[in-house]
């Protein structure tokens, strides 16, 4: 697909951009351009253009606004020693992005296109890729029904758009483990639902759980399903991992459709059997996180997503219980498959897999 390209003519300048890169957050600060490609039932995807970052514009009966038509996905770009910007795995998340449109009724983006589109974006906005460690240029690619209609049936038309975030650490500051809250309350997905697809709505369902999560101290909140015995399921924004049998297995729940297909979820599976490690993708319930604690055969818990990249868990709290885990060992197998996931991905770990793509 061609695109149009029309840059800015109030950029950010350089002092501004510099100062805003030295302490970059999370998806706090926006860079200059966007891309939109239109799609509508007679042309399909057309109108591929780079433009200046600004509002949107929608009409109040906009189908997005009333049918919650949305999905989108997350990647990043690193800025590599060779100079070059480069990220991690981005057909899987074109891939992904699909199979989400396709679950909430709404056409698909061919795969070469979304590569396309973020490589037309970071090219346009090169320079605000941090390069401080582990930092990156966050790209959240979306897309919207548009259709000023109030009946109920998929949108006639669509746009999808990429914009970009400089990204520090997602908890904020140094490395820590974080505690995560059990929510005994409310559900985040359920069988048939769209629970693997990443759309909003899921999103929107699990924050009054952050919420009570926050107020008990906890960063995180995890959820089961009530119907299969509390089988876990995954954190509010991440994929859980268990760590048994003296560090040689690894367990994460099973993709049983109320999970999402995490790309980091699945590149850390293949980086720990390398490492010789029995994955297993089975029900994990509470009631085994449990007995586990209590018996010493929990080694490790960690989380991960494209955000966080892996992140230890050290409590898990609830109403009426606290389930500390055993101490977060810096060799531990959580530390490892970062050391090599986070490596691939900033360049300082040789990719032998494939996984990088180069943008800039």
């Not at 390209?5 to 805003?20: A, G």
């Not at 970009?164 to 005994?184: H, R, T």
């Not at 980091?264 to 449990?290: C, I, N, P, Y």
């Amino acid at each position: 697909m061609e695109f149009t390209r029309t840059l800015t003519t109030n950029p950010t300048s350089d002092e501004e951009r510099n100062k805003i890169l030295q302490d970059p957050g999370f998806g706090t600060y926006y860079t200059d351009h966007q891309v939109i490609i239109d799609w509508d039932i007679d042309k399909g995807w057309h109108d591929a253009r780079v433009v200046p970052y600004g509002p949107l514009t929608l009409d109040p009966a906009a189908a997005v606004l009333h049918y919650g038509q949305e999905v989108f996905e997350g990647l990043k770009a690193y800025r590599h020693k060779d100079g070059g910007a480069y990220t991690f795995r981005p057909e899987e998340n074109g891939r992904r992005l699909n199979r989400s449109a396709v679950r909430l009724g709404m056409p698909e983006l061919p795969v070469d296109v979304f590569l396309q589109a973020i490589k037309e974006l970071v090219s346009a906005d090169e320079a605000w890729i941090p390069d401080g460690d582990g930092e990156s240029l966050y790209l959240r690619p979306f897309m919207i029904a548009t259709e000023a209609f109030l009946g109920v049936r998929p949108s006639h038309r669509y746009e999808f758009r990429v914009i970009a975030s400089p990204a520090g650490n997602y908890f904020g500051g140094e490395l820590k483990p974080v505690q995560i809250w059990l929510s005994e309350t409310y559900a985040r997905a359920g069988h048939g639902g769209t629970g693997e697809a990443k759309c909003g709505g899921n999103y929107a369902a699990s924050l009054i759980a952050q919420l009570e999560a926050e107020a008990n101290g906890c960063q995180q909140v995890i959820f089961t399903d009530p119907t299969n015995d509390h089988a876990v399921q995954e954190l509010g924004g991440m994929n859980v991992f268990f760590v048994i049998d003296d560090g040689k297995t690894l367990v994460t729940p099973a993709l049983d459709g109320t999970i999402l297909h995490g790309v980091t979820r699945s590149s850390v599976l293949e980086l720990a059997q390398e490492k010789g490690l029995a994955v297993e993708q089975r029900t994990f319930t509470l009631d085994e996180w449990k007995r586990r604690v209590e018996d010493g055969s929990l080694d490790e818990v960690f989380a991960c997503g494209t955000a966080a990249v892996i992140t230890p868990i050290s409590e898990l709290r609830g109403r009426d219980m606290t389930l500390t885990m055993p101490e977060v060992k810096q060799d531990g197998v959580w530390a490892s498959i970062r050391h090599d996931l986070l490596g691939v991905q900033t360049g300082g770990v040789e990719d032998a897999h494939g996984w990088l793509h180069k943008l800039a």
